[in-house]
Protein backbone atom coordinates (compact mmCIF):
# COMPACT_ATOMS: atom_id res chain seq x y z
CA UNK A 1 0.00 0.00 0.00
CA UNK A 2 1.43 3.21 -0.96
CA UNK A 3 2.50 5.68 1.87
CA UNK A 4 0.70 9.18 1.33
CA UNK A 5 2.05 12.39 3.19
CA UNK A 6 1.71 15.69 3.20
CA UNK A 7 3.09 18.68 5.35
CA UNK A 8 0.49 18.17 8.11
CA UNK A 9 2.48 14.71 8.42
CA UNK A 10 6.30 16.01 8.40
CA UNK A 11 5.27 18.70 10.74
CA UNK A 12 5.50 15.65 12.87
CA UNK A 13 8.42 14.09 12.25
CA UNK A 14 10.37 17.29 12.35
CA UNK A 15 9.37 17.97 15.70
CA UNK A 16 10.50 14.71 16.67
CA UNK A 17 14.10 15.25 14.64
CA UNK A 18 14.20 18.08 16.48
CA UNK A 19 13.87 16.76 19.89
CA UNK A 20 16.00 13.67 18.63
CA UNK A 21 13.98 11.07 19.04
CA UNK A 22 14.53 7.89 17.08
CA UNK A 23 11.00 7.33 16.79
CA UNK A 24 7.22 8.43 15.81
CA UNK A 25 3.34 7.94 15.48
CA UNK A 26 2.54 9.83 12.11
CA UNK A 27 -0.41 8.65 9.53
CA UNK A 28 0.90 7.04 6.79
CA UNK A 29 -2.62 7.32 4.88
CA UNK A 30 -3.79 11.29 5.14
CA UNK A 31 -5.26 11.06 8.64
CA UNK A 32 -6.70 7.72 8.35
CA UNK A 33 -4.36 5.63 10.56
CA UNK A 34 -1.26 6.04 12.72
CA UNK A 35 1.90 3.50 12.33
CA UNK A 36 5.14 4.03 14.21
CA UNK A 37 8.10 5.60 12.00
CA UNK A 38 11.89 5.08 12.46
CA UNK A 39 14.06 8.19 12.50
CA UNK A 40 18.05 8.14 11.45
CA UNK A 41 20.48 11.12 10.84
CA UNK A 42 18.91 10.61 7.21
CA UNK A 43 15.68 10.53 7.09
CA UNK A 44 12.75 8.45 8.00
CA UNK A 45 12.46 4.46 7.59
CA UNK A 46 8.70 2.97 7.66
CA UNK A 47 7.34 -0.24 8.48
CA UNK A 48 7.18 -1.17 4.91
CA UNK A 49 11.43 -0.39 4.25
CA UNK A 50 10.64 2.69 2.33
CA UNK A 51 12.95 5.19 3.59
CA UNK A 52 11.92 9.34 2.92
CA UNK A 53 15.18 11.21 3.33
CA UNK A 54 15.10 14.86 5.23
CA UNK A 55 15.73 17.08 2.08
CA UNK A 56 12.31 14.85 0.76
CA UNK A 57 10.36 15.48 4.02
CA UNK A 58 11.36 19.18 3.62
CA UNK A 59 9.98 19.24 0.26
CA UNK A 60 6.79 17.95 1.29
CA UNK A 61 6.79 20.88 4.45
CA UNK A 62 7.53 23.89 1.55
CA UNK A 63 4.16 22.17 -0.40
CA UNK A 64 1.31 23.19 1.87
CA UNK A 65 -0.94 22.90 -1.00
CA UNK A 66 -0.16 19.32 -2.24
CA UNK A 67 -0.38 15.63 -1.26
CA UNK A 68 2.74 13.07 -1.83
CA UNK A 69 3.18 9.73 -2.75
CA UNK A 70 6.06 7.73 -1.84
CA UNK A 71 6.42 4.47 -3.90
CA UNK A 72 9.78 2.34 -4.73
CA UNK A 73 12.04 5.32 -2.89
CA UNK A 74 10.32 8.00 -5.32
CA UNK A 75 8.53 10.69 -4.23
CA UNK A 76 5.76 12.40 -6.23
CA UNK A 77 3.17 14.87 -5.94
CA UNK A 78 -0.16 13.72 -6.52
CA UNK A 79 -1.65 15.94 -9.89
CA UNK A 80 -2.18 15.76 -12.97
CA UNK A 81 -3.60 17.19 -16.21
CA UNK A 82 -6.25 16.97 -18.39
CA UNK A 83 -6.29 16.48 -22.26
CA UNK A 84 -10.00 15.77 -22.00
CA UNK A 85 -11.27 19.34 -20.26
CA UNK A 86 -7.80 21.34 -20.02
CA UNK A 87 -7.86 21.04 -16.49
CA UNK A 88 -5.27 20.69 -13.28
CA UNK A 89 -6.15 17.92 -10.87
CA UNK A 90 -4.41 17.81 -7.72
CA UNK A 91 -4.83 16.67 -4.08
CA UNK A 92 -5.20 19.11 -1.31
CA UNK A 93 -4.23 18.14 1.98
CA UNK A 94 -6.79 19.02 5.31
CA UNK A 95 -6.27 18.18 8.51
CA UNK A 96 -8.43 15.18 8.13
CA UNK A 97 -9.98 14.24 4.99
CA UNK A 98 -8.26 16.09 1.55
CA UNK A 99 -9.96 17.34 -0.86
CA UNK A 100 -9.26 18.02 -4.58
CA UNK A 101 -8.37 21.06 -6.54
CA UNK A 102 -9.81 21.36 -10.08
CA UNK A 103 -8.40 24.49 -12.02
CA UNK A 104 -7.47 25.57 -8.58
CA UNK A 105 -11.04 25.21 -6.91
CA UNK A 106 -11.38 23.13 -4.15
CA UNK A 107 -14.19 20.84 -4.79
CA UNK A 108 -15.26 20.23 -1.12
CA UNK A 109 -15.49 23.40 1.83
CA UNK A 110 -12.64 23.65 3.39
CA UNK A 111 -13.37 26.87 5.93
CA UNK A 112 -14.51 26.39 9.27
CA UNK A 113 -15.52 22.52 7.91
CA UNK A 114 -13.84 19.38 6.75
CA UNK A 115 -13.99 17.71 3.13
CA UNK A 116 -15.41 14.37 5.33
CA UNK A 117 -18.28 16.34 7.01
CA UNK A 118 -18.99 18.58 4.38
CA UNK A 119 -20.12 15.18 2.04
CA UNK A 120 -22.12 14.14 5.15
CA UNK A 121 -23.74 17.37 5.39
CA UNK A 122 -24.95 16.84 1.76
CA UNK A 123 -25.96 12.97 1.71
CA UNK A 124 -27.81 14.05 5.26
CA UNK A 125 -30.18 16.02 3.53
CA UNK A 126 -31.32 12.58 1.45
CA UNK A 127 -31.68 10.56 4.95
CA UNK A 128 -33.09 7.68 4.85
CA UNK A 129 -31.16 6.79 2.04
CA UNK A 130 -31.84 3.26 0.63
CA UNK A 131 -32.76 1.82 -2.75
CA UNK A 132 -31.02 3.07 -6.01
CA UNK A 133 -29.02 5.95 -6.01
CA UNK A 134 -27.22 8.57 -8.23
CA UNK A 135 -24.56 10.71 -7.39
CA UNK A 136 -24.39 12.69 -10.13
CA UNK A 137 -20.69 13.93 -10.15
CA UNK A 138 -18.44 11.66 -8.07
CA UNK A 139 -14.58 13.40 -7.69
CA UNK A 140 -13.07 12.01 -4.77
CA UNK A 141 -16.07 9.96 -4.02
CA UNK A 142 -17.12 11.25 -0.48
CA UNK A 143 -20.57 11.06 -1.25
CA UNK A 144 -20.60 7.94 -3.01
CA UNK A 145 -19.06 6.28 -0.19
CA UNK A 146 -21.46 7.60 2.41
CA UNK A 147 -24.55 6.63 0.61
CA UNK A 148 -23.59 3.26 -0.08
CA UNK A 149 -23.76 2.58 3.75
CA UNK A 150 -27.60 2.32 3.22
CA UNK A 151 -28.63 2.30 -0.30
CA UNK A 152 -28.72 -0.67 -2.23
CA UNK A 153 -27.47 0.29 -5.19
CA UNK A 154 -25.60 4.23 -6.44
CA UNK A 155 -24.50 5.03 -9.82
CA UNK A 156 -22.05 7.89 -9.78
CA UNK A 157 -20.64 9.56 -12.41
CA UNK A 158 -17.06 11.20 -13.15
CA UNK A 159 -16.80 13.66 -16.22
CA UNK A 160 -12.61 13.28 -16.53
CA UNK A 161 -10.64 9.88 -15.90
CA UNK A 162 -7.95 12.91 -14.82
CA UNK A 163 -10.14 13.05 -12.16
CA UNK A 164 -10.38 9.07 -11.40
CA UNK A 165 -6.90 9.07 -11.22
CA UNK A 166 -6.67 11.21 -8.74
CA UNK A 167 -9.26 9.50 -6.53
CA UNK A 168 -7.12 6.32 -7.01
CA UNK A 169 -4.26 7.88 -5.00
CA UNK A 170 -6.60 9.02 -2.50
CA UNK A 171 -6.50 7.06 0.81
CA UNK A 172 -9.35 8.37 1.52
CA UNK A 173 -11.35 7.17 -1.69
CA UNK A 174 -10.30 3.51 -1.48
CA UNK A 175 -13.52 2.23 -0.67
CA UNK A 176 -15.08 4.12 -4.06
CA UNK A 177 -13.31 1.27 -5.92
CA UNK A 178 -13.99 -1.59 -3.68
CA UNK A 179 -17.22 -1.47 -2.69
CA UNK A 180 -19.63 -3.96 -4.96
CA UNK A 181 -22.43 -1.26 -4.18
CA UNK A 182 -20.94 1.31 -6.22
CA UNK A 183 -21.38 1.16 -9.74
CA UNK A 184 -18.77 3.78 -10.97
CA UNK A 185 -19.65 5.49 -14.98
CA UNK A 186 -17.03 7.47 -16.93
CA UNK A 187 -18.78 10.54 -18.95
CA UNK A 188 -20.73 13.73 -18.96
CA UNK A 189 -23.58 13.28 -16.78
CA UNK A 190 -25.61 15.45 -18.96
CA UNK A 191 -25.30 12.55 -21.70
CA UNK A 192 -25.07 9.93 -19.14
CA UNK A 193 -28.66 10.73 -17.41
CA UNK A 194 -30.94 10.59 -20.52
CA UNK A 195 -29.50 7.00 -21.42
CA UNK A 196 -31.27 5.79 -17.42
CA UNK A 197 -34.57 4.22 -17.82
CA UNK A 198 -37.26 6.28 -15.91
CA UNK A 199 -38.39 6.15 -12.27
CA UNK A 200 -35.03 4.39 -11.77
CA UNK A 201 -33.86 6.25 -8.99
CA UNK A 202 -35.29 6.33 -5.34
CA UNK A 203 -32.40 9.69 -4.35
CA UNK A 204 -30.41 12.05 -6.02
CA UNK A 205 -27.47 14.06 -5.16
CA UNK A 206 -26.43 16.63 -7.51
CA UNK A 207 -22.96 18.30 -6.43
CA UNK A 208 -21.59 19.97 -9.44
CA UNK A 209 -18.62 21.65 -10.51
CA UNK A 210 -19.05 25.73 -10.16
CA UNK A 211 -21.34 27.16 -13.08
CA UNK A 212 -19.07 28.64 -14.54
CA UNK A 213 -17.06 25.12 -15.59
CA UNK A 214 -20.66 23.09 -16.03
CA UNK A 215 -23.07 25.41 -17.09
CA UNK A 216 -25.00 22.74 -18.50
CA UNK A 217 -25.60 21.01 -15.13
CA UNK A 218 -27.40 23.76 -13.87
CA UNK A 219 -29.95 24.16 -16.96
CA UNK A 220 -33.64 23.47 -16.83
CA UNK A 221 -33.05 20.81 -19.34
CA UNK A 222 -30.67 18.73 -17.27
CA UNK A 223 -32.75 19.19 -14.27
CA UNK A 224 -36.20 17.53 -16.71
CA UNK A 225 -33.77 14.22 -16.60
CA UNK A 226 -33.29 14.05 -13.02
CA UNK A 227 -36.66 14.62 -12.16
CA UNK A 228 -37.81 11.59 -15.29
CA UNK A 229 -35.14 9.09 -13.85
CA UNK A 230 -36.64 9.81 -10.06
CA UNK A 231 -38.64 7.59 -8.69
CA UNK A 232 -42.44 9.42 -7.47
CA UNK A 233 -41.55 10.75 -3.88
CA UNK A 234 -37.99 10.60 -4.66
CA UNK A 235 -35.56 12.96 -3.39
CA UNK A 236 -33.12 15.66 -4.75
CA UNK A 237 -30.33 17.45 -3.28
CA UNK A 238 -28.45 20.24 -5.42
CA UNK A 239 -25.25 21.73 -4.02
CA UNK A 240 -25.07 25.34 -5.28
CA UNK A 241 -22.49 27.07 -2.40
CA UNK A 242 -22.65 29.82 -0.02
CA UNK A 243 -26.09 30.94 -0.02
CA UNK A 244 -25.33 33.51 2.18
CA UNK A 245 -22.77 35.19 -0.72
CA UNK A 246 -24.71 37.77 -3.46
CA UNK A 247 -23.42 34.87 -6.16
CA UNK A 248 -24.30 31.80 -4.15
CA UNK A 249 -27.80 33.88 -3.50
CA UNK A 250 -28.30 34.87 -7.33
CA UNK A 251 -27.58 31.28 -8.53
CA UNK A 252 -29.72 29.88 -5.88
CA UNK A 253 -32.81 31.57 -6.96
CA UNK A 254 -32.38 30.81 -10.12
CA UNK A 255 -31.72 27.32 -10.07
CA UNK A 256 -34.87 26.87 -7.86
CA UNK A 257 -36.95 28.79 -10.43
CA UNK A 258 -35.84 25.83 -12.86
CA UNK A 259 -35.97 22.78 -10.71
CA UNK A 260 -39.67 23.83 -10.19
CA UNK A 261 -40.62 24.63 -13.50
CA UNK A 262 -39.02 21.05 -14.01
CA UNK A 263 -41.90 19.79 -11.91
CA UNK A 264 -40.04 19.62 -8.65
CA UNK A 265 -42.34 20.47 -5.38
CA UNK A 266 -41.34 21.27 -1.68
CA UNK A 267 -37.91 23.12 -3.26
CA UNK A 268 -36.22 24.57 -0.09
CA UNK A 269 -33.18 26.26 1.68
CA UNK A 270 -30.81 23.25 3.24
CA UNK A 271 -28.62 26.00 4.12
CA UNK A 272 -26.13 23.70 6.67
CA UNK A 273 -25.43 21.41 3.28
CA UNK A 274 -25.29 24.71 0.53
CA UNK A 275 -27.99 23.67 -1.21
CA UNK A 276 -31.58 23.29 -2.29
CA UNK A 277 -33.29 20.17 -1.46
CA UNK A 278 -36.30 19.23 -3.58
CA UNK A 279 -38.93 15.99 -4.11
CA UNK A 280 -40.50 14.81 -7.24
Same mark, same amino acid.
Given at each position: ???????????????????????????????????????????????????????????????????????????????? %???????????????????????????????????????????????????????????????????????????????????????????????? %???????????????????????????????????????????????????????????? %????????????????????????????????????? %???????
Amino acid at each position: MSIVLSHFQVAVLERARRAHTTQAEISTDLNLSETRVMLDAEGIEFASGERLAWRDAEKIARNENACFVLRDKALEKIQT %FSELTNRAYSLYPTASAPTMLVAGFPMHRIKDITPERAAFAMVKTLAPISGNVLDTATGLGYTAIEMAKTARHVITIELDPAAQEIARQNPWSREL %FNNSKIEQRIGDAFEIVPTFEALSFDAVLHDPPTLSLAGDLYAEEFYRELYRVLRRGGKL %FHYIGDPTSKFGANVTRGVAQRLERAGFKNVKSAAHA %FGLRAVK
